[in-house]
């Protein structure tokens, strides 16, 4: 029951804190540009103020921070781990694992190693050229390439997803063959 | 020429659109007819000139204005304004308003023979005015041709929201433009052969799944999921579906029931198999395979047997689809760096090249073949584009400053 509150107040406290943080930018647009933003601002925290006392407002300010620092040093680990990782690149309508992809796929078999905590995900990704089906395809094959290689490379299976997006998520949009070699991809994403 | 009407909301739309089904009046018979004044698969077709004029409200000049817009589009007519002699065809358009109510009375007149070959009354409630003006159009075209007209068919497409993907659904026209689905990233989509519900692939946290949605209602349904990529074909005229699947590893052709049960293998090879579509008679269907070193077309029989290549010319061609006499098929070949839209007779194999300015991709059929729709990017953002099968007649239809893709033509809809 102590958790069910608990729970009940934080979802009450996240609800309620967001217009101290971040005050709704125009509630509305008309008024809004009419009035002088100081004037704006006063009302806005007058009318929370009603609701809420000085202390509660400091409590769900420390509440929001915590909330949000665990998930952000959750993202920054991630993000850290993801660092590590480098994109496979394929060559134009191709899903072999080339070369120069052998030693990025063996590092992440290695670091997948010796971090057991975590797993991994491998999207597979294409350049613009091809038409969209197609290349949802083609990407799903070069994603499921990458995983045969982990795999063989003693990664065990239950610890990869795959996932093909195609051209659907370029990481760049010039066209040209820089921009269409770095989008021909397999990326990888750290998964718990 | 074309006028601007006030964009409906989405909600509204919708209503609108379940509305419609049902609020198209038509009394009075229409007139009895053998002639048949222009034959349409004829290669030395003459244009036939045909005069409109309007009685009546204000409703009356903008119904006359679309009707005068679908015929003109479909190459065969001559529209002139009533005023303009060397008319052999009349088209009189009455309208009444009564409150939300309007009333167009249509007669069409053969001038040459002296005859009256159509007259009908139209009720609708004046925000389906459009709707009420296409099925004017269609019984004209039905009058003059003998064939029936797409006057008042749809399209679904791909509407590209910063790396989102939803489906939009708008008349044949471009007009009416809404989203249907707006979860995910959506992709495959194909239209029932009832015209009631469309299928479609989604992927939604990291998974893509074969959806249903049920267009009377909205209601969506999921049919197939798995893991790997799934990607939804068409339906047979039975209601079975063919799609790809990569659950077993490499993506290959199945085909299941239409509730999404009973899913069958039928292709087997270590490369890509990938976009079947069924024949419009539904023993056949076509596929883009890998298996010969490049993407190409292949065709099977339905049950899976029989496979044999469409496609030689150049490396990389895609994304088929049958016309609706089954005899040939539009697709998409690379050619010098870029995708064009080329259609193969499947009797001699004979190709022909139908676009050549930037890339153009996603043929798709109007349900009585006159027209492609596809997507192009000549003109930036991507749209879509609706032309004659010989390649004339070429429009944008989808929403300004929208990247539009990959449209689906619907069957016929009354």
């Known amino acids: 029951m102590k958790n069910f509150f608990a729970v009940i107040l934080i979802v009450f406290v996240i609800g309620c804190a967001k217009p101290y943080i971040k005050p709704p930018e125009k509630p509305h647009p008309a008024k809004a540009e009419e009035a002088k933003p100081a004037e704006v601002k006063k009302e806005d925290a007058a009318g929370e103020k009603i609701s809420l006392t000085p202390a509660e407002v400091k409590k769900e300010e420390v509440a929001v921070e915590e909330v949000l620092s665990k998930k952000e040093k959750e993202a920054a680990m991630q993000v850290k781990e993801e660092s590590a990782y480098r994109d496979a690149l394929f060559d134009f309508d191709s899903y072999d694992i080339r070369t120069d992809a052998r030693e990025i796929i063996d590092n992440v078999a290695s670091r997948l190693k010796k971090n057991k905590s975590i797993n991994i995900l491998i999207e597979g990704h294409c350049d613009d050229r091809g038409t969209n089906e197609y290349n949802l395809a083609l990407g799903e094959k070069r994603a499921n390439a990458v995983k045969d290689y982990l795999i063989s490379a003693g990664t065990p299976s239950n610890r990869i997803n795959t996932i093909s997006y195609g051209e659907e998520k370029p990481v760049c949009t010039e066209q040209d063959e820089d921009c269409w070699q770095r989008n021909r991809r397999a990326h990888f994403a750290v998964t718990k | ?414």
């Open chain 2, 1 to 414: 020429m074309t006028k601007k009407f006030t964009v409906h909301s989405s909600q509204f739309t919708v209503f609108v659109f379940i509305f419609s089904l049902f609020t198209v009046h038509c009394s009075l018979s229409t007139v009895s007819h053998a002639k048949v004044y222009i034959d349409i698969t004829s290669p030395a077709m003459r244009k036939l000139p045909v005069s409109f004029s309007f009685t009546g409200e204000t409703e009356a000049a903008e119904i006359t204005e679309i009707a005068k817009n679908d015929l003109d589009s479909t190459g065969i007519f001559h529209p002139l304004e009533s005023n303009i002699p060397g008319a052999e065809i009349t088209v009189s358009i009455n309208v009444n308003v009564s409150g939300e109510a309007v009333t167009a009375e249509v007669s069409v007149f053969d001038l040459i023979e002296n005859n009256e070959v159509h007259r009908k009354k139209y009720e609708a409630a004046k925000n389906i005015l459009r709707i009420l003006a296409h099925s004017i159009s269609n019984d004209i075209f039905k009058a003059i041709t003998g064939q029936e007209g797409i006057f008042r068919t749809k399209l679904t497409y791909i509407v590209d929201v910063s790396g989102k993907k939803e489906l939009h659904l708008m008349d044949w026209d471009g007009y009416n433009s809404h989203k249907i689905v707006a979860k995910g990233l959506t992709f495959s989509h194909s239209w029932s052969r009832d015209g009631v519900y469309i299928i479609y692939s989604s992927e939604r946290d990291k998974e893509w799944s074969i959806y249903l949605m049920n267009l009377k209602n909205y209601r969506e349904t999921m049919l197939f999921s798995s893991n790997g990529l799934n990607l939804a074909g068409n339906s047979s005229p039975d209601g079975d579906i063919a799609f790809s699947s990569s659950k077993d590893g490499s993506p290959e052709i199945y085909v299941m029931n239409a509730d999404g049960t009973g899913s069958k293998k039928l292709t087997k090879s270590i490369g890509i198999d990938v976009s079947p579509v069924f024949s419009p008679d539904g023993s056949q269907i076509a596929f883009v395979s890998d298996r010969g070193g490049s993407p190409q077309i292949y065709i099977m029989h339905a049950d899976g047997t029989g496979i044999r290549r469409l496609t030689f010319e150049g490396n990389y061609n895609t994304s088929p689809a049958w016309a609706p006499d089954g005899k040939q098929i539009a697709y998409v070949g690379r050619k010098n760096s870029n995708n064009q839209i080329f259609v193969v007779k499947l009797d001699t194999s004979e190709i022909r090249q139908l676009t050549d300015k930037g890339n153009n991709e996603s043929p798709a059929f109007s349900p009585d073949g006159m027209f492609i729709a596809f997507d192009s990017d000549r003109e930036k953002p991507k749209g879509i584009y609706v032309m004659r099968v010989n390649g004339e007649g070429l429009k944008k239809i989808s929403p300004k400053g929208v990247k539009a893709i990959s449209p689906k033509w619907s069957p016929f809809l009354r």
